[in-house]
């Protein structure tokens, strides 16, 4: 009987077809009409739906490797994951272009008020909305220098930004003026005329921009969010945007989403929202494919998993 792998997304033929080559003498099993007896069964899972938690994590699940379709693992059991032995690996690295775009789109919205001349048109209305800003030369602050992080560092400099960058490690990277370890946030955000953040929900993040950090940027500095809500208390953001101590924020993720229709943010003119979908792209599933393929090779050959591999100790 071949080993089973189950497919939870959505795929072309030809991506299928990328999949089975991966897998030579497996059953892959995909679609709408999945059970959870065949997630059960499956010693590879390959996406990840709610639905599937409850048989991956079933007494007689078979599953040893879970290869999500997202950089992020919050939504994940992930602790009795781990504990059941299950190697978790994600789709990190897929987003640098596409992220990395949004927030450029965000940053140049905000700053040459584009965002409210979308609005005036709407309203057939002709104002300038008090434009005088320009993004170059100005300093930028990236909180969480990973593979987005990386890429915004390296637009920034085409705009001569001076990059300052956070990051767990410190580690020095190609195109940051400056890296610095969290626990130096604060002492870099008053240089910072723009603030990104790229990183993920873990415990230590959580609401790591909070009133003291909102306090400490710089009056008029703008703030983009593209990493997860749960990195802002959404309460300290509102407040520090009716001060005026933020010129703007650019905000794709939320501490709640959908974002309630009734939620003060969507009536700011100085935020831009979009609703989590600064990863979505056109390339998306056969980036993802490339990592799924190579870690499938070590796998078959009982190597560990050269990409991606969630750390208990890091939570992603």
Request: proline share 6%.
């Amino acid at each position: 009987m071949p080993a089973i792998a189950v497919l939870v997304e959505n795929m072309k033929e030809h991506q299928l077809e990328r999949i089975r080559n991966a897998l030579p003498g497996w059953e892959l099993l995909y679609g709408e009409d999945l059970t959870g007896d065949e997630v059960r069964r499956a010693e590879i899972v390959a996406g990840w739906r709610e639905w599937a938690e409850k048989a991956v994590l079933d007494p007689a699940s078979r599953c040893k490797w879970v290869q999500t379709w997202s950089a992020g693992v919050d939504r994940l059991p992930l602790g009795q994951m781990l504990e059941r032995g299950i190697v978790v690996t994600t789709a990190s690295g897929v987003h640098a272009y596409p992220i990395s775009e949004t927030i450029f789109a965000m940053l140049l919205a905000l700053t040459r008020n584009l965002h409210v001349c979308i609005r005036n048109q709407l309203k057939r209305t002709w104002d300038r909305g008090g434009l005088r800003l320009e993004m170059h030369g100005k300093t930028i602050g990236i909180v969480g220098v990973g593979d987005i992080g990386e890429e915004t560092a390296r637009i920034a400099k085409a705009f001569g930004m001076t990059v300052i960058g956070v990051r767990r490690s410190a580690l020095p990277s190609p195109h940051v003026d400056r890296m610095v370890g969290p626990g130096a946030l604060r002492e870099v955000l008053p240089l910072c005329d723009y603030v990104v953040v790229t990183v993920p929900a873990t415990p230590e993040t959580r609401h790591m921009f909070d009133e003291p950090e909102f306090s400490a940027m710089k009056p008029g500095a703008f703030f983009v969010n593209i990493g997860r809500g749960a990195t802002v208390r959404t309460e300290a953001l509102l407040a520090a945007l009716r001060s005026g101590r933020l010129a703007g924020a650019g905000l794709d993720v939320f501490e709640e989403e959908p974002l309630p229709p009734d939620h003060p943010l969507w009536q700011m003119d100085n935020v831009i929202i979009t609703p989590h979908s600064s990863g979505f792209t056109e390339h998306y599933n056969d980036r993802a494919l490339d990592i799924f393929v190579e870690n499938a090779a070590a796998y078959l050959a009982g190597k560990p998993l050269p990409l991606n591999v969630v750390e208990a100790s890091k939570l992603y």
